[in-house]
């Protein structure tokens, strides 16, 4: 049992830090997951505090992805429509690759601005990067975390 969990606690934080890119995947629950897996096995150093301080984290990074993209998309001045725009062409951008998962929130936004402004191709550009900007914070904090989650993890496992 312990050689399974050390696996699933490895597996899931790798996935995790994938996840943090691919927009589908929840990357910071599934390193969290890994994480609560290296703490089930017996004669883990991990301890509850660990756990506990983890899962703040985790919730505070999850909040936060969800709030930053329309944060960011009006803090550029962007409207309702540039922010739907926004979602709607991350996860277009999903189904064309890396290159889609990075470009579809910026051409989403830019189209649902111009859908709200029509005359104004600099503000949508402005908004667009924005959008983008939003996507760079969100996945380097989730990324951030779900490293951390993988180096405690392999500390547990590999290091005591």
Do not use: Q
Not at 44 to 72: E, G, K, Q
Request: glycine share 14%; net charge positive; hydrophobic share 55%.
């Amino acid at each position: 049992m312990e050689i399974f969990l050390a696996i699933a606690a490895i597996l899931l934080a790798v996935i995790g830090a994938a996840g943090c890119i691919v927009p589908i995947l929840p990357g910071v629950v599934l390193s969290f997951g890994g994480l609560l897996c290296a703490f089930a096995r017996e004669g883990s150093t991990l301890s509850s505090t660990h756990i506990w301080t983890w899962l703040v984290i985790v919730a505070i990074v999850s909040v936060l992805d969800y709030f930053l993209p329309a944060y960011m998309t009006k803090i550029f001045g962007g409207s309702r429509p540039a922010t739907i725009g926004a979602t709607i062409g991350a996860i277009c951008g999903f189904f064309l690759g890396p290159l889609g998962i990075i470009a579809g929130p910026f051409f989403g936004a830019v189209i649902g601005e111009l859908k709200s402004h029509r005359n104004d191709l600099n503000r949508a550009i402005k908004v667009g990067l924005g959008s983008f900007l939003s996507f760079i914070v969100g996945t380097g904090v989730k990324l951030m975390a779900a490293s951390g989650m993988l180096i405690y993890i392999c500390r547990d496992i590999f290091f005591k």
